[in-house]
């Protein structure tokens, strides 16, 4: 134990700027008051000498943390002998006259970078996330290897499907060993890494900790990356086979979705709600560029109205569906709100079924029909994550003599 403090308190001290106190006496931070939520985390610390604040007495507890940043904290913190003859760049955007090369090149078997094709990237000057701090610590700790991570830990956060699928198990582990905690139901792991929280953190993980068993701690000879598979692209598709909808997040639904004849549709008593909105439970970290949705819009006595949404956030989302003569791409802004912004149509005669695809490459977005190209759209900037089935309220008041039924819906990544 006493080489992981040791360790620690490196860490700690990468936080120092220009020291005010000594370890002797009880510092107080101007802004760091008793009812700061990290106070005591953040005066114990300063009191035994671990960390320090500026020259005006501040803390400045709020200060955000950079990813070149903490790759220094770890590599000054285990003491690495740095060899910079054998250092091959790995990360197209840290070359080698980036004053943080070395440090990144030594301290990437613990921390998180990105892979786009054959190319690798670690953006140094964005802010380090909640996330990879998880992932940094529960690594630097070798819980990785002691622990089985239990991924309904994470479950119980509403912002579950913000945390990279990559990363769940190492977030698991942060949340069952108590490295990290949530806040208000959210474990926030977007979220900028703090002072404050960094001090929060390393507090838990040290000193508020009984656990005596020595951590040795190895950095590997830096290399490039060994070649890694080709992640599983997304591929969703439902027949509405049964009643469940388990594909779908019928909390969040607008309007009230059900399975009748192997097919879905939705209706509403609330007169206001003009759209119906059926959300697709999906992993929305991944934020895919390229996609393709698809779904059948079956028309029993109705003008259809009926269709696909994409691109959701904030109750607001941009939507496809077919009428009695057209094929519409539009906005909808408040789903209160009969009004749609049309971005753009074509003319088509609605069929009794009707097989309606989106493809979403970027900001073109392509609409198809029975397999053939109607139109295209360009500068339709993806703004949000949320997308899946769509229906308008007049495509079923008339239910069931007349109505529009949904089927055979498919979600599909594409190159």
Do not use: C
């Amino acid at each position: 134990m006493k080489r992981a403090l040791a360790l620690f308190l490196s860490v700690l001290m990468f936080l120092t700027v220009i020291p005010v106190v000594g370890a002797a006496s009880t510092p107080s931070f101007s802004d760091v008051p008793r009812s700061h939520w990290a106070y005591k985390e953040i005066t114990e610390m300063a009191a035994k000498g671990i960390i320090k604040g500026y020259d005006n007495r501040t803390f400045r507890p709020n200060n955000e943390v950079t990813r070149a940043e903490f790759a220094k904290i770890m590599i000054a913190a285990a003491d690495v002998d740095i060899n910079k003859r054998y250092v091959d760049q790995t990360f197209k955007d840290v070359p080698r006259h980036h004053w943080a090369f070395l440090y990144v090149e030594y301290a990437k078997p613990y921390l998180t970078g990105y892979k786009s094709g054959s190319t690798y990237t670690y953006k140094p000057d964005q802010a380090a996330v909640r996330e990879d701090i998880a992932v940094a610590l529960v690594r630097l700790l070798g819980y990785d290897q002691k622990y089985k991570a239990d991924l309904d830990q994470l479950k119980k956060f509403r912002d579950y499907d913000d945390i990279s699928s990559a990363l769940r198990p190492y977030l698991a582990i942060a949340i069952q060993t108590d490295l990290m905690k949530g806040y208000n139901g959210n474990f926030r792991p977007q979220d900028p890494i703090t002072r404050a929280e960094a001090a929060s953190l390393l507090y838990r993980a040290i000193l508020d900790r009984d656990d005596d068993d020595e951590i040795k701690i190895v950095f590997p000879t830096p290399g490039k990356p060994q070649p890694q598979p080709e992640p599983e692209r997304i591929n969703i598709s439902d027949s509405f086979s049964d009643s469940k909808l388990k594909n779908w997040n019928t909390d969040k639904a607008t309007g009230n979705w059900e399975v009748a004849s192997k097919q879905v549709t939705a209706e509403s008593d609330d007169d206001d709600l003009d759209h119906y909105f059926l959300p697709l439970n999906w992993n929305e970290s991944d934020k895919v560029k390229k996609y393709e949705l698809s779904v059948d819009v079956n028309v029993v006595g109705s003008e259809g109205l009926g269709g696909l949404y994409f691109n959701g956030k904030d109750g607001k989302a941009n939507v496809v569906f077919v009428q009695k003569d057209r094929v519409v791409l539009g906005k909808v802004n408040d789903v209160e709100e009969d009004d749609i912004d049309i971005i753009t149509s074509s003319s088509y005669k609605l069929k009794s079924s009707n097989r309606l695809k989106v493809e979403v490459n970027e900001n073109t977005v392509s609409i198809y029909l029975n397999d053939q190209y109607l139109f295209g759209q360009q500068y339709v900037k993806q703004e949000g994550t949320k997308l899946g089935l769509y229906l308008q309220e007049e495509a079923t008041e008339n239910a069931p003599r007349k109505t529009t039924y949904l089927d055979n819906f498919s979600f599909k990544e594409t190159k």
